[in-house]
Nanobody, 124 residues
Framework: QVQLVESGGGLVQAGDSLRLSCAAS????????MGWFRQAPGKEREFVSA????????SYADSVKGRFTISRDNAKKMVYLQMNSLKPDDTAVYYC?????????????????WGQGTQVTVSS
């Protein structure tokens, strides 16, 4: 079965950087777009970023544009989220997700498989 395992979360101060990783197995990774979502306490899970099957196209939520960078390594079946200039509002559980197709989706319904999430906490 499909497994997505996130890592790299932690507690950092405002302005710091973190790099999240997601290891995928059980799927033909290069066939699917991948995404990152996040969920803060008491809030809905929201789109953060996505990347198409080849890595040639990306999308970002306005709140992270210019600060976060998504990338993928199809040979390693990995997707990454480089997060710079972190803010307290970025505090959330971050989830990796595998899309239902090769092109970018920005809604939760566009994703078929989800990881367990990794906690990111940004202190002020």
């Amino acid at each position: 079965q499909v497994q997505l395992v996130e890592s790299g979360g932690g507690l950092v101060q405002a302005g710091d950087s973190l790099r999240l990783s997601c290891a995928a197995s059980g799927l033909t990774f290069s066939n699917y777009a991948m995404g990152w979502f996040r969920q803060a306490p008491g809030k809905e899970r929201e789109f953060v970023s996505a990347i198409n099957w080849s890595g040639g196209s990306t999308s970002y939520a306005d709140s992270v544009k210019g600060r976060f960078t998504i990338s993928r390594d199809n040979a390693k079946k990995m997707v990454y989220l480089q997060m710079n200039s972190l803010k307290p509002d970025d505090t959330a559980v971050y989830y990796c997700a595998a899309s239902r197709g090769a092109t970018i989706r920005i809604t939760k319904s566009g994703y078929r498989d989800w990881g367990q999430g990794t906690q990111v906490t940004v202190s002020s």
